[in-house]
């Protein structure tokens, strides 16, 4: 029987056309998503939905769109789903976990090294005409060799990130809910410490953590005080996992040195004081975004509605 499904956007790859043989795709235009009118005229008829992070699937909506089945979220993430209400109307989430894990910590050690090594100020200084020659004390950045990398959530991604850091001569500690096996800490040569421990001992500090209520605001004012002066911020998770206020006045005003970011608090929106300033590298939330990712992200979305609509369990459903 064929299904009516709702694809929040167009997505790369050949998996939406794999999904159209079988059911009836209404593809979302522009990037509203949800709460574009191509969903509000179809959400009481549709069984599916391939939503993304920046569509909020909530009470209001399931009641709106009472057909869903599935929610197959086209992220890793999925902090944009009330879990509960969900669950309540039966509906099953999934997300797409594994496929963009190297590509994600590539942005991350991306960041980490253009921070340290003002890779985007020199960039604006070159391209404005201002490089007037080399002198020793010029653009001098921060040791990556040999420092010590603070993982918060030593998940997949994580873990990945850990890799990257032991590439570059680094030490790596760890702090998150729970603890790795001892094989993965022996692999990665990481240490598990408490959290305020990893803000006051890493020389660069990375976000791999998924944004819930108890990591929301996790780097505090209290916490980026604890940071070693010159220190570094790198946050490819969720921007409101950093209060963002703090940071900018503790890039200001010290200790912390630069950071790299790739999500924001209020995203599209950014925090004007952090745009004001040097040494912040930003990207517009692309951790995923390499192709063989992003390919396979849609095809593991489109896998799960399949599944479902088929009266299968999906490979990766979240939330019990
Ligand atoms: C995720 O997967 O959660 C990212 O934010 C989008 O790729």
Redesign the pocket.
């Known amino acids: 029987m064929r299904n009516r499904v709702f694809v929040s956007c167009p997505l790369p790859g050949s998996a939406v056309a794999r999904l159209e043989r079988e059911h009836d795709v209404v593809i979302g235009e522009g990037p509203r998503g949800v709460r574009g009118d191509a969903f509000a005229r179809g959400a009481a008829t549709f069984d599916a939905i391939v939503s993304?992070?920046t569509d909020p699937i909530d009470a209001s909506l399931l009641e709106r769109a009472g057909r869903v089945r599935v929610v197959a979220?086209?992220?890793?993430?999925?902090d944009n789903i009330d879990l509960a209400a969900c669950a309540a109307r039966g509906v099953t989430v999934t997300?797409?976990p594994g496929v963009?894990t190297e590509a994600?910590a590539d942005l991350a050690f991306g960041l980490l090294l253009a921070s340290a090594r003002r890779i985007a100020e020199g960039d604006r200084l070159v391209r404005r005409g201002a490089f007037d020659g080399w002198r020793p004390s010029f653009l001098v950045g921060t040791p990556v060799h040999g420092a010590t990398l603070g993982v918060v959530g030593l998940g997949r991604i994580g873990q990945a990130m850990a890799r990257r850091a032991r590439g570059f001569g680094m030490r790596v500690v760890y702090a998150g809910r729970t603890r790795a096996a001892p094989e993965i800490e022996k692999a990665l040569g990481a240490v598990h410490v408490p959290l305020d421990e990893l803000f006051e001992r890493a020389d660069f500090v990375s976000l791999h953590c998924p944004l819930t209520p108890e990591t929301r605001g996790l780097v505090s004012r209290a916490r980026l005080g604890r940071m070693k002066a010159g220190a570094v911020l790198v946050n490819?998770?969720?921007g409101a996992c950093v209060d963002e206020a703090a940071l900018a006045e503790a890039l200001v005003a010290g200790p912390l040195g630069a950071a790299g970011l790739d999500?924001f608090e209020d995203e599209p929106r950014v925090n004007q004081s952090l745009l004001a300033l040097e040494n912040v590298v930003m990207t517009p939330?692309v951790?995923?975004?390499d192709r063989s990712?992003r390919e396979a992200?849609a095809a593991t979305a489109i896998d799960s509605v399949l599944a479902v609509l088929a009266g299968q369990r999906p490979a990766h459903p979240v939330g019990g």
């Open positions: 993304l992070v979220n086209f992220a890793v993430g999925y997300n797409t963009l994600t490819t998770a969720r999500v939330h951790g995923s975004a990712a992200m």
